[in-house]
């Protein structure tokens, strides 16, 4: 016989290696599959969901902001929060009024007016009470506050939340939310907060300014809005009897804005005077 050459054997050992690469390979089932060393995996399953329970929590204090919905996941005894829309819904066709926190409003005998309005939004600590119903009336359909003594209104919302619809947040404090329920609602503050501090070299927004901002850019449904009791802190309020947050914020300023943006909005109804809000 001849000598083979290393060529056959080369071509040989090429076809052998095309077949078995052609061959189908058989498919494995679940039943097939065999845990060698279960305790090992055990540990492995347990140790990822330690891992886990840790990451949790931090997932939960996130807070979602998706179409003008503010909400906190997962904590408990907290609820899905108000969206924009059922604001809007909420003032839709209606006059509004807000009651700022002037010690004016205590001399006039206002109450019958201002409760005549479909909508009644105070702030802060004003709240009606039994001494000024004549003075202030007694209705109250919105609480917008700014918690800056946020242990107090904590203990004075537990006393309102069943007389009001909603209440409005204007700072976007964290401390906000441990009193968040389905009649609260966030404002944002990227909305026009941070533009208007930049503007004012760092001043504040007062609540009022605030609140009555929101109303007029962002609801824009309601009827009619009218103000009264603001002095934009010229003078000490009924609450507090000092104007210590002055130095926080532009009395000037805030009125002229005030003034330009209840004029501008096509909606602005005067409750007395157009240049005189405090009476």
């Not at 189908?24 to 060393?37: E, H, Q, S, T």
């Not at 947040?169 to 404002?187: G, H, P, S, V």
């Amino acid at each position: 016989m001849g000598r083979i050459s290393s060529r056959y054997n080369y071509r040989v050992a090429k076809n052998a290696k095309t077949e078995s690469q052609n061959k189908p390979r058989k498919l494995i089932k679940p039943d097939d599959i065999v845990i060698r060393n279960r305790k090992t995996e055990e540990k492995k399953l347990v140790a990822k969901k330690k891992v886990e329970k840790k990451q949790v929590p931090a997932a939960r204090k996130k807070i979602i902001r998706q179409n003008n919905i503010v909400a906190s996941k997962g904590r408990k005894g907290i609820k899905q929060t108000v969206v924009l829309e059922d604001l809007k819904n909420y003032c839709r066709g209606k006059s509004i009024i807000l009651v700022g926190n002037s010690k004016e409003i205590i001399n006039q005998n206002y109450g019958e007016k201002i409760d005549s309005y479909d909508i009644v939004v105070r702030m802060n600590h004003g709240h009606p009470i039994s001494k000024y119903v004549k003075q202030m009336g007694k209705k109250y359909n919105i609480w917008a506050h700014g918690f800056l003594s946020f242990q107090k209104q904590i203990k004075e919302y537990q006393g309102i939340k069943n007389r009001i619809d909603y209440h409005i947040e204007t700072n976007e404090d964290k401390l906000c939310r441990r009193i968040f329920d389905n009649k609260a609602f966030l404002i944002p503050k990227r909305w026009y907060k941070v533009d208007y501090e930049n503007n004012h070299k760092g001043k504040e927004m007062s609540t009022g300014l605030n609140t009555a901002t929101f109303f007029i850019q962002k609801i824009c449904t309601m009827r009619e809005i009218s103000i009264v009791g603001f002095d934009f802190l010229r003078t000490s309020n009924r609450i507090l009897q000092s104007a210590s947050a002055r130095k926080f914020h532009d009395s000037n300023a805030e009125e002229a804005d005030m003034t330009s943006m209840l004029l501008e909005s096509g909606i602005y109804v005067p409750f007395n005077d157009k240049y005189n809000f405090a009476k």
